[in-house]
């Protein structure tokens, strides 16, 4: 979620995944946890796990927390968020992402940033990603599952001509933690400024 000026255009962080507080979220009005899946019809059954996303299962489901970003162009911030990957039975996952401001007590100040996108494995553990931001940015990483860690770089990134510099980008996301926490960071050249450490958070499992 590329940001780099303004925390409210951006939802990327940047620094130590241990360093999030997932406590943090406070549920609520516009919050996390308030959108629901649309109910399934009757008869109507989950379709199977396509075999291709075997080694991605481990993302599946709704994960919710708190995280730090900052940049030399901004000032820093603690994030809350949540992030949901989902299939259809075809070879990819579908993601979303979005993100709250949130004060020093934890609580929800504005909404930040939102993405989605696609996870398409490939043979060998190789992964591409499709990403997709309302700010007029869209990214395709390249990378690769070793596990439960994953570790994307840009290989193209496109902007509108009224979206932020955003050059490139780094990600990792993978399973921290005694209780399998999910933990993400992300790295960002923009605005002039070389690659570097922008935002990163600690997320929990909350729901299938």
């Not at 481990?58 to 911030?77: C, D, H, K, N």
């Not at 909404?111 to 992964?127: S, V």
């Amino acid at each position: 979620m590329p940001s780099g000026v303004d925390p409210g255009a951006a939802d990327r962080g940047a620094a130590d995944p241990g360093a999030a507080d997932p406590g943090a979220v406070q549920p609520g009005g516009e919050g996390p946890g308030e959108v629901k899946a649309a109910g399934a019809k009757p008869g109507w059954y989950p379709p199977e796990l396509h075999p291709d996303l075997a080694p991605l299962s481990f993302l599946l489901g709704r994960w919710e927390g708190a995280g730090v970003g900052g940049y030399p162009t901004i000032e820093s911030f603690r994030f809350g968020q949540e992030i949901s990957f989902s299939h259809n039975g075809k070879p990819f996952l579908i993601y979303a992402s979005r993100s709250w401001l949130l004060d020093e007590d934890g609580n929800l100040v504005r909404p930040l940033a939102t993405e989605t996108g696609y996870w398409r494995p490939q043979p060998g553990g190789q992964l591409e990603l499709i990403l997709a931001h309302p700010t007029g940015i869209a990214e395709i990483y390249v990378g690769e599952v070793t596990g439960t860690k994953i570790e994307l770089r840009t290989d193209v990134v496109a902007r509108t001509t009224s979206a932020k510099e955003v050059t490139a980008g780094h990600r990792l996301y993978g399973l921290v933690g005694p209780d399998l926490d999910l933990g993400w960071a992300y790295d960002m050249a923009a605005m002039g400024q070389p690659l570097q450490p922008h935002l990163s958070a600690q997320l929990k499992r909350a729901g299938g």
